[in-house]
């Protein structure tokens, strides 16, 4: 568990910074808006997220228990949000509805077992406050 705690450091700082600049939008048949997407429904104490940045790069966080974040690019295709790892091992794929990333674990690479993601989870995006 000591270990777990600057993993979960790394993370945070890791948010703080992607999550900067959350007003514009990726093109694609629809749009989806940069910023960081927060799966409210979780009971767990880090609530999985998705955090899309303007160079089309994300980060998913799935559970403060995995050493693994998946990082890298991501693009939109007929109404899906794809990410992809850098390391080529992963993709993740959320339907786009407004404000809100429904993910969809049939066309996704699995999340290990341990992690609370079902099919369907919302991911709701976080509005800056002014």
Known sequence: MNKAIPVMLLIFIML??????????????INVSVGKYI???????LKPSVVLDENNM??????MLSSYVPT??????????ILNTN???YKYVFKIKSNEL???????S????????????????EIDEI
């Open 58 to 63: 994300f980060m998913f966080t799935y559970s």
């Open 87 to 89: 390391d080529g091992k």
């Open 16 to 29: 703080s910074t992607f999550t900067g600049c959350g007003k514009n939008t990726v093109t694609g048949a």
């Open 102 to 108: 429904i993910f969809d674990a049939k066309e996704s």
């Open 39 to 45: 799966m409210l429904e979780s009971e767990e104490p």
């Open 72 to 81: 890298g690019s991501y693009e939109v295709a007929d109404g899906k949000l």
């Open 110 to 125: 699995e999340i290990p077992s341990y992690a609370n993601v079902p099919d369907g989870a919302v991911f709701r995006r």
